[in-house]
T-cell receptor, first 114, second 113 residues
Framework: QKEVEQNSGPLSVPEGAIASLNCTYS??????FFWYRQYSGKSPELIMS????GDKEDGRFTAQLNKASQYVSLLIRDSQPSDSATYLC??????????????FGRGTQLTVWP | EAGVAQSPRYKIIEKRQSVAFWCNPI?????LYWYQQILGQGPKLLIQ????????DSQLPKDRFSAERLKGVDSTLKIQPAKLEDSAVYLC???????????FGEGSRLTVL
């Protein structure tokens, strides 16, 4: 059984701080990695995807991937109360453009307080 | 662009009864997924369709769950008979080309009493 592990939190940071969310995965052959945000009572929505080692930045969000360590993280700079949600790490065993099963972690609950 | 449509949004049934959920994916999305999300957990894939063919149903409890995708568009997920542990949100999602970049519907919340 392929595992995606996340610290369930809750993670609490003040407004304006950097929130750091971490994820490890068990399948060394995994090729693509995703972060989804899920507000309470809502469905997950994709916020970042990353396929290569290193950093990928999109606005206030930065995804970091280290395949050798089987580790992926999400940094949220200048955190806002509207960022308060559960962040789900997801890992796909296939390459980005092909079919494969997407494994989700349990999610990390983030609270940003004013 | 219309999103993924699901119905019903909420359903309460007693154990051993049956229930069906419907999903209409985003137009043009060939891949359709049904996920089960139990409170406090991440989504768990139940079944994945590519057009009207099943790609992966290894985690579908086939003794009680069934799913179909007729004509490669709409899909129905059925549970019969329901158990207490089936209480969850059933999420339908679709993707266009890139596996992993999913668009989710609002979900169908099932409560089994």
């Amino acid at each position: 059984q392929k595992e995606v592990e996340q610290n369930s939190g809750p993670l609490s940071v003040p407004e304006g701080a950097i929130a750091s969310l971490n994820c490890t995965y068990s399948d060394r052959g995994s090729q693509s990695f995703f972060w989804y945000r899920q507000y309470s009572g809502k469905s997950p929505e994709l916020i970042m995807s990353i396929y290569s080692n290193g950093d990928k930045e999109d606005g206030r969000f930065t995804a970091q991937l280290n395949k050798a360590s089987q580790y992926v993280s999400l940094l949220i700079r200048d955190s806002q109360p509207s960022d308060s949600a559960t962040y789900l790490c997801a890992v796909n065993e296939g390459r980005g453009s092909t079919l494969g099963r997407l494994y989700f972690g349990r999610g990390t609950q983030l609270t940003v307080w004013p | 662009e219309a999103g993924v449509a699901q119905s019903p949004r909420y359903k309460i049934i007693e154990k051993r009864q049956s229930v069906a959920f419907w999903c209409n994916p985003i137009s043009g999305h060939a891949t359709l997924y049904w996920y089960q999300q139990i409170l406090g957990q991440g989504p768990k894939l139940l079944i994945q369709f590519q057009n009207n063919g099943v790609v992966d149903d290894s985690q579908l409890p086939k003794d009680r769950f069934s799913a179909e995708r007729l004509k490669g568009v709409d899909s129905t997920l059925k549970i019969q008979p329901a158990k207490l542990e089936d209480s969850a949100v059933y999420l339908c999602a679709s993707s266009f080309r890139v596996a992993g970049e999913l668009f989710f519907g609002e979900g169908s919340r099932l409560t089994v009493l």
